[in-house]
């Protein structure tokens, strides 16, 4: 059962309206440097991990066989299964800033660790604790800059900070070439020390957080009008001293009867039952991106390796212009999310990942593709996936009620990487153990298909949430009286 703060007092407010009528400041950039400065940390370590795979499979390192590397990766995505579903629930009840800290502590202590790994569980063991703090990042860092950012400017904003992943990836491929180099560093150490690196460096991320405030919107549903009134207070001062003139009236009230916390029933109902269609289109989108995505790059380096005679510690080098192209896409294509509209966006850049996938699959099968080639159609493909991918976060962090954001976020990313994103490595790890091109074409048409439904259903149920007040797109269950 939900349980209302006594007195149950009606409050009207114009928070949402403030925050959304506010240029472009220094402080947005340090919400997106803050929170997303992560996705990049995640990228560089989760690359790395890719990287050495081929090192990993070395009797004289780790001695892991194709499924085995399939298998930690699985494992990880487990882990940020349940990390997601247990910190989304955590951040919707106690609020965004406070999970910020907790996540990326579990996710940083994964990290290290990983670096002290001396069989497969122990890895294994590791990368589990590694997904579920980054699973609870994705939950509490989306929701915050979704509650934090202008309308105007929260399809871009969201797309580049989930596509800043590949700037950590390209980082992480080309540290490779120096920690995976023999004459540098013995294999067995280099790829420890990648990984200690990489926990240290995030330690920056704790600095940074502590000037990001708690969510405002959270704040007011929640029963804590005056904090929310400082906090919105303390924002429009600094952006008008750096605009030198006063910030225009805001227009557009809200009414919320504030509670403390709301019951799983209450949560259910409102996911799927009032937005049931919406929830359909959050699980296509999130599994067939998790799908193609874990598929390819969790297991690119097994394929240079077994299908192109790639040395393993020179796999690393072919991923920086697949993390380019990553990168490049939500760049480019994130403000026609906020322009021409999501519906069209979203729809367009999953079937193009499904075709140029297919095609690219077909090649392979036949033997048209060296190493360069199809690291090549790979970038290509994922100019257009990884904006695809971004927006699928987009559309769940954006189209639920405030008090389930976090949660829906979370739901999503775990369903999502459980059907399609877990299964997904090992699969492919698999297909690759077997030698056969035609096998793991056979993979690519799925992931193919999965992208195309996921297309179809976006142009039926899409909703056209560009530079829209979130709480026009929906309205706040605390908008509700008893």
């Known amino acids: 059962m939900a349980t209302t703060i006594h007195p149950a007092a009606e409050v009207k407010t114009r928070i949402p309206a403030r925050l959304d009528r506010l240029p472009w400041s220094r402080f ?36 892991f066989s194709p499924a085995d590397i399939g298998l930690i990766a699985s494992v990880y995505l487990t882990g940020a299964v349940i990390g997601a579903l247990v910190f989304g629930y955590l951040t919707d009840r106690h609020g965004r800033q406070k999970l910020f800290f907790i996540t990326l502590a579990v996710y ?11 069989n497969l569980w122990s890895f294994s063991l590791f990368r589990f604790f590694t997904g579920c703090g980054i699973g609870g990042e994705y939950a509490a860092i989306n929701s915050a800059i979704d509650e934090l950012i202008p309308a105007h400017y929260r399809g871009r904003v969201d797309l580049v900070v989930n596509g800043s992943y590949w700037i950590g990836a ?15 560093f013995a294999p067995w150490f280099g790829w420890r020390l990648g990984f200690g690196i990489g926990a240290l460096l995030g330690l920056t991320i704790l600095f940074l957080r502590r ?8 704040l007011i549903t929640h029963g804590r009008a005056e904090e929310a009134e400082r ?24 009414v919320v009867h504030p509670r403390r916390r709301y019951g799983f029933a209450s949560i259910a109902r409102t996911m799927f039952g009032r ?5 359909i289109l959050c699980l296509a989108l999130m599994v067939s991106q998790a799908f193609l995505y874990n598929a390819i790059f969790f297991t ?8 192109y005679r790639v040395s393993p510690e020179k796999t690393g080098i072919y991923l920086l212009p697949f993390a380019i192209g990553n990168f490049l896409g939500p760049v480019v294509l994130g403000r026609f999310f906020d322009t021409i509209g999501r519906r069209q966006m979203i729809s367009g850049t999953y079937a193009a990942s499904a075709v140029l996938l297919a095609a690219t699959g077909a ?3 036949d033997r048209l593709l060296g190493p360069a080639g199809q690291t090549a159609l790979w970038s290509l493909i994922f100019f257009f996936a990884s904006a695809a991918a971004s927006s699928a976060y987009l559309t769940a962090s954006e189209i639920f009620p405030l008090e389930t954001r976090g949660l829906a976020i979370a739901l999503f990313f775990s369903l999502g990487t459980a059907t399609g994103g877990v299964v997904a490595p090992w699969l492919f790890g698999t297909l690759i153990g077997t030698g056969s091109r035609q096998a793991v074409f056979g993979g690519y048409l799925a992931g193919a298909v999965l992208m195309l439904a996921a297309a179809a259903i976006e142009l039926r149920y899409g909703v056209r949430a560009e530079r829209a007040p979130l709480e026009s797109i929906a309205a706040p269950l605390s908008s509700e009286s008893e």
């Open 170 to 184: 390209a980082l992480g491929s080309g540290a490779t070439l120096f920690l995976l180099d023999p004459n540098w």
């Open 231 to 254: 906090v919105v207070g303390e924002i429009e001062a600094r952006v008008e001293e750096e605009r030198g003139n006063p910030l225009p009236v805001a227009i557009g009230e809200l």
């Open 28 to 63: 947005h950039w340090l919400v997106v440097f803050a929170l997303g400065i992560t996705w990049v940390l995640d990228g560089l370590e989760v690359t790395f991990k890719g990287a050495i795979s081929g090192v990993l499979q070395e009797p004289g390192v780790m001695g």
């Open 300 to 307: 690119y380096a097994l394929v240079l390796v077994r299908f």
């Open 275 to 279: 937005y049931r269609k919406r929830s």
């Open 108 to 118: 940083l202590g994964g990290v290290l660790l990983t670096a002290f790994s001396w």
């Open 363 to 365: 090649a392979f099968a």
């Open 211 to 218: 000037y990001i405030p708690e969510s405002p919107r959270w």
